[in-house]
Every structure is written in structure tokens, then in C-alpha cells.
């Protein structure tokens, strides 16, 4: 069993930087792949970005590649995804999520993904 919270969304303009984070309390999801998610008013969930339990191993939505990169620190048990060159289409609310049935194969629907934080908004401005 394991609680998840995002924290670090906000308002900014295009061409800006935010650094979200994900901590856990309660079960440790250090052995397990983690995800970020996002939905926007009216679309489907999508996911942005992924991790193995090691590292070693990443996935990243075509959109964002290049411009996002997710980290994570196994010992605090914690997630982040740090967002550059943000765009106003990277508007959306934006979920953490642990897959606790692997530990380094990414899977990238979110209908295996186990657990979910409550989200945090991402505002881009124009």
C-alpha cells in the first residue's frame, strides 16, 4: 500500500520551466516502475513519461521528448519530472503513478498502472 503526491505545478508562460515531484508514504515503490501522466478538460488520459525501478530505462511521449526528463530517487522514494521549453499544449493536470506488477519492462497505458496521486495542475500561458 503506498500514497503518492504530486506537488510543483503552477502557472507559467510558454518557454518556461516547472519541476514536479512525486513522494510517496507508506508502502516504498522503489523497486517498481513509475510513471507521469496528464489529462486535459475533454481528452483522454495520457501518459508523458516513464522509469524503471533502476533508471536505466526510460519512455517519453513523442511531445515532450527532448524538452522533459524524469528522475527518480529510489532511497527517498521519490519521482520528478523536470518540464522545459513548456508549451501552452502542456496544459493539463498532471498524475504520478506506480505500476507495482514491474520492475523494469515500461508499460504505457494507464489501465496498468496500480496506484495514482490526486494530480497537479500545469498551466501554460501564450
Known amino acids: 500500500q503506498v500514497q503518492l503526491v504530486e506537488s510543483g505545478g503552477g502557472l507559467v508562460q510558454a518557454g518556461g520551466s516547472l519541476r514536479l515531484s512525486c513522494a510517496a508514504s507508506g508502502r516504498a515503490f522503489r523497486n517498481y516502475v513509475m510513471g507521469w501522466f496528464r489529462q486535459a478538460p475533454g481528452k483522454e488520459r495520457e501518459i508523458v513519461a516513464a522509469?524503471?525501478?533502476?533508471?536505466?530505462?526510460?519512455y517519453y511521449a513523442d511531445s515532450v521528448k527532448g524538452r522533459f526528463t524524469i528522475s527518480r530517487d529510489n532511497a527517498k522514494n521519490t519521482v520528478s519530472l523536470q518540464m522545459n521549453s513548456l508549451k501552452p499544449e502542456d496544459t493539463a493536470v498532471y498524475y504520478c503513478?506506480?505500476?507495482?506488477?514491474?520492475?523494469?519492462?515500461?508499460?504505457?497505458?494507464?489501465?496498468?498502472?496500480?496506484?495514482w496521486g490526486q494530480g497537479t495542475q500545469v498551466t501554460v500561458s501564450s
Open positions: 522509469i524503471s525501478w533502476s533508471g536505466g530505462s526510460t
Open positions: 503513478a506506480v505500476d507495482f506488477q514491474h520492475t523494469a519492462v515500461i508499460l504505457t497505458t494507464p489501465e496498468k498502472y496500480d496506484q
